[in-house]
């Protein structure tokens, strides 16, 4: 919000210059500093596009599997599908920790279901006998310890794959080519 605030900040400045009712000499370095704040301004929408997006989006855990909720509609991944739930977690920068939740399916998966495409991830198994293909859900910061406990009251206790350590930037991007059509 604070980089969109400085975009309409270069806004209303541009429009005073465009105007001409700015008080005092207009100088390079203070339209250098509008563009600046517009370059930030976009920057803002940007970042803020998929937070605006997803503030919707909800994850439940309950006695029948993981529930997905992306604000238009709602899958579960059943536990009774799953050959193993764990949670991986890496290093991004100094302090920072990602976490997320595995889901390893025992069987096929359907990878272009609209809710849970973008969970997708086509790697090296994490465990012998867990496939590939799995869902990755990313674990907000500071609720990892939440999010372990639920999966583990909930799931049952052979699915549970405990807690690994990866390469930094596990988290990855979904396979565009996975995307439902439209």
């Not at 210059?17 to 929408?45: C, D, I, Q, Y």
Request: glycine content about 14%.
């Amino acid at each position: 919000m604070l980089l969109v605030a400085l975009g309409l900040t270069g806004v209303v400045g541009l429009v005073m210059l465009a105007t001409g009712t700015t008080k005092g000499e207009v100088t390079a370095p203070g339209v250098a500093g509008l563009v600046m704040m517009l370059v930030f301004g976009a920057l803002g929408v940007l970042f803020g596009i998929p937070v605006w997006h997803g503030r919707r989006a909800a994850v439940m855990v309950d006695r029948a599997g993981v529930w997905l909720d992306n604000g238009k509609a709602r899958q579960i991944i059943p536990w009774g599908v799953l050959a193993g739930v764990g949670m991986q977690w890496s290093q991004f920068g100094r302090r920072v920790k990602q976490y997320s939740i595995e889901l390893c399916p025992s069987g096929p998966i359907d990878d272009r279901d609209p809710v849970l495409w973008a969970l997708v991830r086509d790697e090296e198994p994490i465990g012998p006998g867990l496939p590939r293909l799995r869902y990755r859900l990313p674990v907000p910061p500071g609720s990892q310890e939440q999010v372990t406990t639920a999966v583990r009251q909930y799931a049952p206790p052979h699915l549970w794959l405990g807690v690994a350590q990866r390469e930094p930037g596990h988290l990855g991007r979904p396979d565009p080519s996975r995307r439902p059509k439209r």
